[in-house]
C-alpha cells in the first residue's frame, strides 16, 4: 500500500489549499481514509477522515472551514482547506484503514500512512 501526499505551501491567514492523497495497492474492499497533522512539538492529531460508506467526522478546530472528499474511480483522497489560521501549521499526513472504531475515529492509530506535506499559514 503506498499513499502519497502533494498539495501542501505557504498561504496567507484567511488563504486555501487543497491537498491530495494518491492511494494505490489497496488489498481491502473497504477503506476508511483520513487526513492527520503534526505541529513540531505536538502529537498527531485527527483533522478529517471519511469512512467506506462515505460517512466523514471532522475535528472541531476545523469544522466548517475544512472538507473532506474523495474520488474513488482515482484512488485519492482530498481534503480542502478554506480560511486558513496560523494554528493549521503542520505536517499534513493522509492515512488509510480498512475501518474504523465508532467514536477513534480521529485516533492516529490507522495502519498505513503516506510521507506527509508540509502546510505553513503566516
Known amino acids: 500500500v503506498q499513499l502519497v501526499e502533494s498539495g501542501g505551501g505557504s498561504v496567507q491567514t484567511g488563504g486555501s489549499l487543497k491537498l491530495s492523497c494518491v492511494v494505490s495497492g489497496w488489498p481491502y474492499t473497504s477503506a476508511c481514509l483520513g487526513w492527520f497533522r503534526q505541529a513540531p512539538g505536538k502529537e498527531r492529531e485527527g483533522v478529517a477522515i471519511i469512512e467506506s460508506v462515505g460517512a466523514t467526522t471532522y475535528a472541531d478546530s476545523v469544522k466548517g472551514r475544512f472538507t473532506i472528499s474523495r474520488d474513488i474511480a482515482k484512488n485519492t483522497l482530498y481534503l480542502q482547506m478554506d480560511g486558513l489560521k496560523p494554528e493549521d501549521t503542520a505536517m499534513y499526513y493522509c492515512?488509510?484503514?480498512?475501518?474504523?472504531?465508532?467514536?477513534?475515529?480521529?485516533?492516529?492509530?490507522?495502519?498505513?500512512w503516506g510521507q506527509g506535506t508540509q502546510v505553513t499559514v503566516s
Open positions: 492515512a488509510a484503514d480498512s475501518a474504523v472504531v465508532p467514536g477513534e475515529e480521529l485516533l492516529p492509530d490507522f495502519s498505513y
